[in-house]
Nanobody, 117 residues
Framework: QVQLVESGGGLVQPGGSLRLSCVAS????????MGWYRQAPGKQRELVAI???????NYADSVKGRFSISRDNAKNTVYLQMNSLKPEDTAVYYC???????????WGQGTQVTVSS
């Protein structure tokens, strides 16, 4: 059974930082690409960042230079370091992966990030 469990969200002032974590189980983590998505109220879910099994990364233009995705294969964990946070970063952040066998998509339960003064 695949499980993705996020943590690290919260309330932060503009310009602040947060680090999100996602612990995965039920998959051979080291060979899976892992991603972070977010969904703000009234908006569609969007890709924030992805880290491939090679360690290479991609970012949404809106977070380039501010966010950093990384992975620790020994801990089955993917991180999202978020710096210089803006009110428009407020959203529920979701961890994501998809099966290499059948393409099935897996999501975590989400963690709320609120950027406000």
């Amino acid at each position: 059974q695949v499980q993705l469990v996020e943590s690290g969200g919260g309330l932060v002032q503009p310009g602040g930082s947060l680090r999100l974590s996602c612990v995965a189980s039920g998959i051979p983590f080291s060979i899976y690409g892992m991603g972070w998505y977010r969904q703000a109220p009234g908006k569609q879910r969007e890709l924030v960042a992805i880290v491939f099994r090679s360690g290479s990364t991609n970012y949404a233009d809106s977070v380039k230079g501010r966010f950093s995705i990384s992975r620790d294969n020994a801990k089955n964990t993917v991180y999202l370091q978020m710096n210089s946070l803006k009110p428009e970063d407020t959203a529920v952040y979701y961890c994501h992966t998809n099966s290499l066998i059948n393409g099935r998509v897996y999501w975590g339960q989400g963690t709320q990030v609120t950027v406000s003064s």
